[in-house]
């Protein structure tokens, strides 16, 4: 089958475009701005891409896929519509290929990545051979893809409602948050999605809410759902030891482990990861031992260079609540001055939530704030990323707004410590760019 997939470039479309490549397919895909890096790993699949969108790519074209970001008024999607061309979402396609395996989903505000990879790597290091679909880049599968067979771990995003086509097996909720508000209308209406996708999980199956949400999984519970929670004072709570470098050490089910990641909130991600894999049949034992070597994930609190004795870390927060624990756990884990640099992510994410990032961005010792990756939307009248600095600074945070020509500036003259730079969006991909080249 020829599969052609736009937006190819996307986290969670290029992951889809492995797999289908695994399984046989010809696959080819198109995207408005491919990155270098996505195109790099995606070509040495042998899939060929297209910048822009255009009919023309339809040529011998047995089924299409699209992304969320690409409106369906779109003239290549139009056109295959047409032409008898089976269209699919995103959600669509992911449920259909994972209808062939044992899904293990993993949903949530924050955390779902690397809960996601922490899963996989454990059921991969227990013998079970996983198909694993995460958002982030996992350099020992080298990319966001690991094809196997069963389970299958699943990453399941509530936006566009994509989480709602899984029928898993088991499946777990790391974090509830005021998210995507744009696709529900209210946080009613997220909330019963959230509820809706728990109660969707099979008989004898289990299912794991955060312990300050418990609410979520009432109706699985009703239907006979194995339900835990999640957090101090939950069904799965592990006992925090203490940090180790760039890593956390921790008590769970008896067993003492190690992470190797720095966060109390990865800790959580952690235990979480165990319980989903306890629930595939693998022993506490096995699972906690399994996560010493877990190789973590890009943009995940990633150290990507020691600049001048500097620490550049790289992290995907967007959200007020990531970025409060991005920062405080690099503050607890390097010596030295944090300076953290900011993306905002999404017009309509910082109209609701810039006081809240402006708080959070107080951890810091010293604070940028970049113009804000619009991604999918148009700009708000009104809403800029000023509102953010504006909101550092009535907290007393030393925070100042940049743009991305600056960062090389800031680079060379960050001495000491950590320089953390957070975003969703185009920022990450900027200050690689900067570090590569020969005057850095």
């Known amino acids: 089958m020829n599969v052609h997939l736009m937006g190819i470039c996307g986290a969670g479309m290029s992951a889809l ?23 790099k790993s995606l070509e040495k699949l042998g899939i060929a891409i297209s910048t822009g969108h255009s009919p023309e790519h339809l040529a011998g074209v047995d089924r299409l896929i699209f992304s969320a970001a690409v409106s369906p008024g779109n003239e290549e999607i139009v056109k295959a519509l047409e032409l008898g061309i089976p269209v699919l979402r995103r959600s669509e396609a992911l449920a259909e290929l994972a209808s062939a395996h044992d899904v293990i989903a993993v949903a949530g505000a924050h955390g779902k990545t690397t809960t996601t990879s922490m899963t996989g790597w454990i059921t991969q290091e227990a013998g079970l051979n996983p198909t694993v679909f995460v958002g982030g880049h996992v350099n020992a599968w080298n990319g966001n893809f690991r094809p ?61 809410v955060p312990m300050e949400k418990p609410g979520l999984g009432f109706w699985a519970e009703r239907i006979g759902r194995n339900v835990l929670t999640s957090g101090p004072g939950g069904d799965i709570d592990a006992e925090i030891g203490h940090y180790d470098g760039w890593g956390e050490r921790y008590r769970l089910y008896g067993c003492n482990g190690f992470l190797p990641a720095p966060g109390i909130h990865n800790v959580r991600n952690a235990q979480i990861s165990v319980a989903l894999s306890m629930a ?46 991005a920062l ?53 009248p009104g809403i800029s990323a000023s509102l953010v600095s504006e909101a550092a600074r009535s907290t007393g945070a030393l ?42």
Request: net charge negative; aromatic share 8%; glycine share 8%.
């Open 17 to 39: 475009a492995a797999w289908y490549k695994t399984l046989g397919n010809h696959v080819s895909g198109c995207d408005g701005c491919p990155s270098a890096e996505k195109l």
């Open 148 to 208: 196997g067979g069963n389970p299958a771990i699943v990453e399941s995003d509530e936006f566009d409602r994509a989480f709602l086509r899984l029928t898993p097996a088991h499946a777990a909720v790391t974090s509830f948050a005021m998210e995507h508000l744009e696709c529900y209308g209210s946080p009613e209406a997220l909330e019963w999605a959230f509820q809706a996708f728990l109660e969707s999980v099979l008989p004898g199956g289990t299912v794991i």
């Open 280 to 325: 595939c049949g693998v022993s506490p034992e096995t699972a906690v031992m399994a996560l010493e070597s877990w190789p973590g994930v890009s943009r995940r609190l990633e150290k990507i260079a020691l600049y001048k004795g500097t620490v550049i870390v790289s992290d995907y927060a967007h959200h007020p609540d990531e970025m409060a624990a």
């Open 328 to 380: 405080s756990s690099v503050k607890k884990s390097v010596e030295g001055p944090v300076t953290a640099v900011f993306q905002p992510h999404l017009f309509s994410r910082t109209s609701l939530l810039y006081r809240e990032m402006g708080c959070a961005l107080h951890i810091a010792d010293r604070s940028y704030v970049l113009p804000i990756y619009p991604a999918r939307e148009e700009p708000i």
């Open 399 to 440: 925070c100042e707004n940049i743009e991305m020509d600056q960062i090389e500036d800031i680079i060379r003259s960050t001495r000491g410590g950590v320089l953390l730079f957070m975003g969703a969006g185009s920022v990450d991909g900027e200050v690689r760019a900067v570090l590569s080249g020969e005057n850095v």
